[in-house]
Nanobody, 117 residues
């Protein structure tokens, strides 16, 4: 069983930065691809960024490309999302998720990010 716990959310002014962390329990963290998703009020959950098991391959949604950076530290069983130049439209609950083969198998409980204008 894998458990994911996000942290690092909060309230920030537009143009500011936040760093989200997602701690993963279990000894097989390095076997999982990881992703960050977000869900704004009255909107569907959307993918933000993903990273493969080694950290050698990443993907970003167009809306965050150039502003957000996903990374992972397999020695700490943690994946990060560095968010810079935040905009009010980045306001959402951010979730991390893990995938082993196909599909997102495990989800965290989410952390709120609010960007004020």
């Amino acid at each position: 069983q894998v458990q994911l716990v996000e942290s690092g959310g909060g309230l920030v002014q537009a143009g500011g930065s936040l760093r989200l962390s997602c701690a993963c329990s279990g000894r097989t963290f390095s076997s999982y691809g990881m992703g960050w998703f977000r869900q704004a009020p009255d909107k569907a959950r959307e993918i933000v960024a993903t990273i493969n098991w080694s950290g050698g391959s990443t993907y970003y949604a167009d809306s965050v490309k150039g502003r957000f950076t996903i990374s992972r530290d397999n020695t700490k069983n943690t994946v990060y999302l560095q968010m810079n130049s935040l905009k009010p439209e980045d306001t959402a609950v951010y979730f991390c998720a893990a995938t082993y083969t196909s599909g997102w198998d495990y989800w965290g409980q989410g952390t709120q990010v609010t960007v004020s204008s």
